[in-house]
T-cell receptor, first 112, second 112 residues
Framework: NAGVTQTPKFRVLKTGQSMTLLCAQDMNHEYMYWYRQDPGMGLRLIHYSVGEGTTAKGEVPDGYNVSRLKKQNFLLGLESAAPSQTSVYFC???????????FGPGTRLTVT | KNEVEQSPQNLTAQEGEFITINCSYSVGISALHWLQQHPGGGIVSLFMLSSGKKKHGRLIATINIQEKHSSLHITASHPRDSAVYICAVLTGGSNTGNQFYFGTGTSLTVIP
């Protein structure tokens, strides 16, 4: 079992560029989440999904879009990157809302 | 306004010491998680609590719902325990209208 994987691990973007972060899990989990982690602020939930074909907004959804076309994949898109989106992005999955979450290794994104 | 407060922010201990990390929260919760983030960045779930106490090896987690407070204890601390410990609370209990709130973490360094 690979658990939760994230692609890419590192990325540098210029302001205005777009990109998609891919999260994949092989545990057949229904719930998937995207977080960002910034110094001094802790993890913040961007978007989440409670099943294939569903998405919902978290605490900081502006500037991001997500899709869950397949149960095992959860994509996070940045349509027009801004320096404020420089962060470390973590994906996680779980069996249910209160179940143990499993985190991916993170993606470090820098927007210049 | 922080829904989750952790203390201390930083903690240095000698190997073998008993360690306590505290988490206070201000919202009604359905569950509380303790997470561990290693220097390399990976995040793992240590405990999920909705009441009482849980123990896993040298780690003990307790929660007092009435006082909205949880503690994480590490007995006989070891340098490999050096990490950031994060408290996270979940509100709600259904598929919609829920939120995760994270503390900013407690950075623990255990000196040999």
């Amino acid at each position: 079992n690979a658990g939760v994987t994230q692609t890419p691990k590192f990325r540098v973007l210029k302001t205005g560029q777009s990109m998609t972060l891919l999260c994949a899990q092989d545990m057949n989990h229904e719930y998937m989440y995207w977080y960002r982690q910034d110094p001094g602020m802790g993890l913040r939930l961007i978007h989440y999904s409670v099943g294939e074909g569903t998405t919902a907004k978290g605490e900081v959804p502006d500037g991001y879009n997500v899709s869950r076309l397949k149960k095992q994949n959860f994509l996070l898109g940045l349509e027009s990157a801004a320096p404020s989106q420089t962060s470390v992005y973590f994906c996680a999955s779980s069996r249910g809302w209160t179940a143990v979450p499993y985190f991916g290794p993170g993606t470090r994104l820098t927007v210049t | 306004k922080n829904e989750v407060e952790q203390s201390p922010q930083n903690l240095t201990a000698q190997e073998g010491e008993f360690i306590t990390i505290n988490c206070s929260y201000s919202v009604g919760i359905s569950a509380l998680h303790w997470l561990q983030q290693h220097p390399g960045g990976g995040i793992v779930s240590l405990f999920m609590l909705s009441s009482g106490k849980k123990k896993h090896g040298r780690l003990i987690a307790t929660i007092n719902i009435q006082e909205k407070h949880s503690s994480l204890h590490i007995t006989a601390s070891h340098p490999r325990d050096s990490a950031v410990y994060i408290c996270a609370v979940l509100t709600g209990g259904s598929n919609t209208g829920n939120q995760f709130y994270f503390g900013t973490g407690t950075s623990l360094t255990v000196i040999p």
